[in-house]
C-alpha cells in the first residue's frame, strides 16, 4: 500500500491522543506477536481479557492502532527494496503535490515521504527487476527534470525491525526481526501464497476465516502458516501504530561510514538494537549505506539520540 507521510517540522507534536501505562503496555504486547490473543496479553500485564479487549477496541476505533500485520522477509520471495532521494529547486507547494501525486501512480511505488534537510522526498520501489526501477526514475526525470536539482539512488541489503521500547520507556529486551539474510527465493504454494497475501493485510483475521476465504480447511490453513515459518518467509506479526496521534515524530537518519572497522560497525548496530526510539535500520549500498528510523517527541529528543 502506497502512502504519503507528511512530516511535522514544530519542535514539540502536540499529543492527540493520551496513552496510560496500560495503553502502552497492551501496544507493546501486540508489537511483540500482533496475533497475540486478549488472554495472553492479560496474563501479561494482568488484566482481565475482557479489559484487554475493550482497551484494544478503543485503540483502534480511536486510529492509535491502524492496521495488524506479518512480517515478511521480501528477499525470501526474491524482491528488493530500492529507495530515490530527490532534492528539488523552484518547487511550489502546488508542484511538490502534483509530483507525489504523478510519482503514487507508478508501478512498484509502495512508499513515498516528504523529508526535510538536504533530500525533500524519499521514494521506496519493490520489484524483483531493477529494468522496472530504471524506467520509472526515467519517467520522473523526463516529466519533472527542471525541478529536480539532485537525486540518489541506494538498494537495500538487509533490514532490522526492532520493537517499539519507546512505548515503555525502556531499553529493548527482545531480539529484532532480521529481513535479508538469506537472498535465495524460495517457492510457495498457491495456498501459501493466499494465505500470506491475507496475513500482510490483516495479520489477525481468524484461522477460520482465513479458510472461508482461500476455500480450504482449517488444517490446510495451519499448515500454511507453519510451512511460511519453516521457510522463514513468515517472520512473525505486528501492529502498525499512528505515531503522530501519540505525540511522536517519525525521522530518519542517513550514515555514511568511510570504511568503518567491524568493531565500530557492531557497537553501532548494538546501540540501535538497544535503544528503545530506534524502530529500525537498513544497510543498503549507495551514498549512505546505514539508515536508521527514530520515534521521538521532539526535535531535540531526536538530537540527543544522535
Known amino acids: 500500500m502506497t502512502k504519503v507521510f507528511d512530516n511535522k517540522t514544530s519542535e514539540e507534536l502536540r499529543e492527540s491522543i493520551k496513552l496510560d501505562q496500560i495503553d502502552r503496555k497492551i501496544l507493546y504486547e501486540l508489537d511483540l506477536n500482533g496475533r497475540a490473543t486478549f488472554s495472553e496479553i492479560g496474563k501479561k500485564i494482568k488484566l482481565s481479557k475482557q479489559a484487554v479487549k475493550e482497551r484494544v477496541n478503543h485503540l483502534e476505533k480511536a486510529g492509535v492502532i491502524k492496521q495488524y500485520f506479518a512480517l515478511i522477509d521480501i ?32 508501478p512498484k511505488v509502495i512508499w513515498v515521504a516528504e523529508i526535510h534537510g538536504k533530500w525533500d522526498l524519499a521514494i521506496v520501489f519493490l520489484t524483483k527487476d531493477i529494468v522496472e526501477i530504471d524506467n ?14 539532485e537525486q540518489s539512488f541506494c538498494v537495500a541489503t538487509t533490514h532490522s525491525r526492532y520493537h517499539y521500547g519507546f512505548l515503555l520507556n525502556k531499553e529493548k529486551e527482545e531480539k529484532e526481526v532480521f529481513m535479508g539474510r538469506e537472498l535465495k527465493e524460495v517457492k510457495l504454494s498457491p495456498v501459501e501464497n493466499e494465505v500470506l497475501s491475507i496475513l500482510a493485510k490483516d495479520g489477525r483475521m481468524p484461522i477460520t476465516e482465513m479458510a472461508r476465504k482461500v476455500g ?32 511522536y515524530l517519525h525521522h530518519k537518519l542517513f550514515i555514511n561510514f568511510q570504511n568503518p572497522s567491524k568493531e565500530k560497525e557492531r557497537k553501532l548496530e548494538t546501540y540501535f538494537r538497544m535503544h ?31
Open 75 to 106: 528477499h525470501r520471495l526474491g524482491y528488493t527494496f530500492y529507495r530515490l532521494d530527490l532534492g528539488f529547486q523552484n518547487v511550489t507547494e502546488i508542484k511538490e503535490r502534483e509530483i507525489i501525486n504523478y510519482i503514487l501512480k507508478l
Open 136 to 149: 520509472n526514475i526515467k519517467k520522473i526525470s523526463w516529466e519533472f527534470n527542471k525541478y529536480i536539482q
Open 216 to 247: 480450504k480447511s482449517i488444517s490446510s490453513i495451519k499448515n500454511a502458516i507453519k510451512n511460511l515459518k519453516n521457510k522463514k518467509v513468515l517472520l512473525g506479526f505486528s501492529v502498525l501504530i499512528d505515531l503522530h496521534l501519540i505525540g
Open 276 to 306: 528503545p526510539n530506534i524502530i529500525f535500520m537498513t544497510k543498503s549500498l549507495g551514498r549512505s549505506n546505514i539508515e536508521c528510523e527514530i520515534a521521538a517527541k521532539s526535535i531535540s529528543e531526536f538530537k540527543k539520540i544522535l
